[in-house]
């Protein structure tokens, strides 16, 4: 029963968060609004995980506080009986009111905010990134590209996260440790409020160097996971112009650029920690000693006990919350350049009053079509060209004479430079991309296969495909014996065929 009902509990706070909401328009290049744009539809739980997680923060002064009044009744001759209730409220805090903030802190970070806000994220940048015309993806490896992508979906979730689990939790200590020592003697606050600005000085220096050498070493690992992605995606042109060595040498020097980058981050950030291990050693011997020296303004063994305590733990915290900065700005560092990447805006975009194309012929038109791929030379120019309904037409001409390029523009993966291709009549410039290219039969040359089921392969262009018309498709392809075979165990010879001419 309790586990039914933790469970159910579970689902609930896991779907808070819809991961599945789209954002409202591209994504912007400027570091705030674009984390704004990837984390809209989420801030009311993030604020509400940020509450919570403060609310955590502040038990821990109380707690120190209670620590503080128990040491004061020891001390005394007071009986036992006269502070019954400051022991049942010290027991309702450790054991009941302190566990249940913590545990619903922990879950908040766990279940509602870490897996969907991360799911959230990626979403909206792969959506966005599939919208970009296909010069986006000749202009770059796709293993950096998808790099980039889980980059900065991993550093914006553990960017919030940490924020909210560490630095509000440490705020709220921060602002409770101050109202404790206003209660116990109001100058141990020059004495705290030095050691702040000491401590946020610190950062200052630090923190800018951190993200700018973070920065630097994510773009290298993510040049470095493209060029062995694109090694591997190209492994026969690889092997059949040996070019293993060249291929090798590539990679070496990629990763000798990101260790390079490593050692700059890691020489910053041990000058980093062991600063802050010295400047956290200061505050409870500041705090502590002047506490001592104040005794005659009524400064109780309970209350050197209470500062000695909170000092300790807020030394430890601001450690901890130091640590967690770092790895904060080395997170908005890894965002930052991944943005350069992601954001840039979608270059082939439908028209405002694109409609979906209406195919009753397929009558195809080229009209005084030129395209030269933004250079002076090559491509095609001046084309008129009509391919009437059921007409079957073959174009020969060597190897870049412009072949692609027309089927490439057909399918409108180009626009024209000049001149318009028409389908019954209908510019393929003001129709959606996702119909036109819906309506069109596409076979390249070389083959191309997801790495998914052979059913998911065969009815990619028709998703909504039945099964009858799945066989029917992998039998005109001479498909449907083989892949019987495979599914079977058995094996079959492989026969290799030269390939004809291109056209």
């Not at 940048?125 to 950096?144: E, I, P, Y």
């Not at 979906?153 to 509000?168: G, Q």
């Not at 060595?245 to 990763?255: K, N, R």
């Amino acid at each position: 029963m309790i586990a039914t009902r933790y469970q159910q509990m579970i689902k609930r706070l896991g779907n808070l968060i819809d991961s599945r909401m789209e954002a409202d328009g591209p994504p912007p290049d400027t570091l705030a609004r674009f984390f704004n744009w990837a984390l809209s539809g989420a801030w009311r739980v993030i604020g509400l995980a940020a509450f919570i997680s403060a609310l955590a923060g502040a038990t821990e002064v109380l707690a120190m506080f209670l620590l503080g009044r128990v040491v004061d009744i020891a001390a005394s001759t007071q009986p036992i009986g006269d502070s019954a209730g400051l022991l049942i409220g010290a027991v309702v805090l450790l054991m009941v009111l302190r566990p249940a903030l913590f545990g619903l802190s922990a879950s908040f970070q766990s279940v509602v905010v870490g897996p969907n806000l991360f799911t959230l994220v990626v979403g909206r940048l792969h959506r966005w990134t599939l919208g970009q015309a296909v010069t986006f993806f000749d202009n770059d490896f796709a293993g950096r590209i998808a790099q980039k992508q889980m980059q900065v979906a991993r550093s914006i979730t553990e960017t919030v996260i940490e924020t909210v689990n560490a630095v509000l939790f440490a705020l709220a200590t921060v602002i409770g440790t101050a109202f404790l020592i206003i209660t116990i003697d109001a100058r141990l606050l020059i004495v705290l409020a030095f050691w702040i600005m000491s401590y946020v000085f610190f950062l200052w220096i630090f923190l800018p160097r951190i993200r700018s050498r973070s920065k630097a070493r994510a773009g290298a690992a993510a040049m470095l996971t493209g060029q062995v992605v694109d090694t591997i995606t190209n492994i026969k042109t690889v092997k059949l112009f040996a070019g293993t060595l060249h291929e090798s040498d590539a990679a070496q020097s990629a990763m000798q650029d990101l260790r390079g980058r490593a050692l700059a981050y890691g020489e910053v950030a041990t000058l980093f920690r062991f600063g802050l291990i010295t400047l956290a050693g200061v505050l409870p011997l500041a705090m502590v000693g002047f506490g001592l020296s104040w005794r005659d303004a009524g400064v109780t063994p309970g209350d050197l006990a209470a500062i000695g305590a909170v000092s300790i733990r807020l030394s430890q915290m601001t450690g901890w919350v130091s640590f967690v900065l770092m790895a904060v700005f080395s997170h908005i560092g890894e965002v930052e350049d991944g943005m350069k990447t992601l954001t840039p805006p979608h270059q082939l975009t439908d028209n405002v009053d694109a409609k979906p194309i209406n195919v009753t012929a397929a009558e195809i038109e080229f009209r005084d079509v030129s395209f030269q791929y933004g250079g002076a030379a090559g491509g095609i120019g001046g084309i008129n060209l009509t391919i009437k309904a059921g007409e079957k037409l073959g174009i020969v001409g060597a190897s870049g004479a412009g072949k692609s390029t027309l089927v490439a523009l057909l399918l409108r993966l180009y626009d024209p430079e000049n001149g318009d291709v028409l389908i019954d009549g209908q510019a393929v410039r003001g129709v959606t991309q996702d119909s036109l290219r819906a309506a069109i039969g596409m076979v390249t040359q070389e083959t191309a296969m997801f790495n998914r089921s052979a059913r998911d392969n065969i009815i990619y262009g028709r998703p909504d495909a039945t099964d009858a018309q799945m066989i029917a498709a992998a039998g005109k392809a001479e498909a449907h014996d083989f892949i019987g075979d495979l599914r079977a165990g058995r094996r079959r010879p492989v026969c290799t065929r030269s390939g004809g001419p291109s056209g």
